[in-house]
């Protein structure tokens, strides 16, 4: 694993044992898209840290900084992903953040995953999102729930799974976000109580006209005429399956593939 | 800071970027007194760890070896504290468990705090605790509330903040559990759905005859008769204030806090 580590603007070698990211949770992350030595949506990721640094009230560090350490890490690569850590800092024992600590990014390569099935296959999770509106939405380091919820299946042959928020609204698969078709308009859970706003999910918003954000049950999810999972670096993953339920192959959701394949030619697909 | 990192049973000197931990706060804490060189209550700390470990399919590391490093740092500390993390361990990019990781203990030494006033003041805190039964009562390391919470107020005479879960139940406060009077019936919020399951607060449910686990509003609280928080580093904290609520020391608290002390020297008290 290539990384590197910055204590502000500062590389160091190693992350202290008392950062809050590993004692509190007390960051955000980003999960990037490697192609060409390039990374696929490098804006929107910086903004939704931007966003989540705010709602958090940690100190952004200087984004030409951290894209002079991603861009060594990335020189080179054909394809990888790029995980950016970005926490409060060094903190004494205790929540307080009065100290006003200097903020740590860490910056990761990883192999980029085996491409998914033509079609992938879901499951209902059991585990439930709590409903907690102020960090809905940011891609925050407390993520013991998504942990077990992709703790609940083994078999392979399930690629993600479902989940609802504790009201039984469904809201997203464990790393992925989710659109449906119903009665021939698209519809994506809304995310104002939980889930994370994804950068996949944000480019579709912006393309695609007419997008029902709303609030769906499972029922409407099974009854859809088509789904498809997303995020950044997967792109669109049509859906085969989600328990008993099977779809065929979706000529619109093909389309909205080749769309995003034009836009970012990182998510070329083999149809 | 006084450090030790277990990787398993081996000792290393560092945090791995990739501990699971650190990027999804996949793990657990303990926080515990140490009085001439000793840890209090030890016992029912690694009890809850346990608890904790098992809720969430972390590995637990050998109870003696991790106790042998925590000695070595606890010898000849007259006072101080020692934070115990418990980690799932180092993992690749993504939720899933299935690579079966050692897990990673990071023992720590810190100076102990100074005494807290004879009578604390209390607020009440906007930020409210999300429900989720799944992680309620267990000391993992997701605590973004609390820490949003703490950042609420910046006025060193406020020791601490009163925090409600979103359906309005007075839970806790930022790091310490909370007991009540009313009708000279001692009580305590019910832990069902969130909040952590204090040390302290296990000592006085099993010391205390007949306290009431239930649900309180804000209403109770501020009626109450008298009001004390609990932590396993602080021991018992009468109330003196609550907003524009004042009370006045409370005999049956005192005695509550003699009790403590005779059981536990450690929490030996000016009177």
Request: glycine share 10%; net charge positive.
């Amino acid at each position: 694993m290539s990384l590197r580590i910055l204590h502000g603007d500062v590389v160091v070698d190693h992350v202290a044992a008392d950062d809050r990211g590993l004692n509190y949770g007390d960051g955000l992350f980003e999960t990037i898209l490697v192609h060409h030595g390039q990374p696929v949506w490098w804006r929107e990721h910086w903004q939704r840290l931007e966003r989540g640094a705010r709602v958090l009230g940690i100190v952004l560090p200087d984004e030409a900084r951290v894209r002079r350490e991603a861009d060594a890490l990335m020189a080179a690569q054909a394809r990888a992903v790029l995980k950016l850590v970005l926490t409060r800092g060094r903190g004494g024992r205790g929540y307080s953040t009065s100290s006003g600590p200097v903020p740590t990014t860490i910056l990761s390569l990883h192999t980029a995953p085996e491409p998914a099935p033509a079609a992938i296959d879901l499951r209902w999770c059991e585990t439930t999102l709590a409903i907690q509106p102020r960090l809905a939405g940011i891609k925050h380091l407390n993520r013991l729930e998504n942990v077990l919820a992709r703790a609940e299946w083994r078999d392979p042959a399930i690629f993600e799974g479902l989940l609802r928020d504790s009201a039984g609204r469904v809201i997203s698969a464990t790393a992925a976000n989710l659109f449906v078709r119903i009665d021939g308009v698209w519809r994506t859970p809304a995310l104002d109580n939980c889930g994370i706003a994804g950068i996949a999910r944000g480019w579709l918003l912006d393309t695609l006209p007419g997008v029902d954000v709303t609030v769906m049950g499972r029922e409407s999810i099974e009854n859809a005429e088509a789904l498809f999972l997303c995020n950044a670096v997967r792109g669109i993953l049509p859906v085969g399956g989600l328990g008993a339920r099977r779809w065929r192959p979706d000529a619109a959701t093909t389309d909205l593939r080749r769309r995003l394949a034009a836009a970012q030619p990182a998510f070329a697909f083999q149809e």
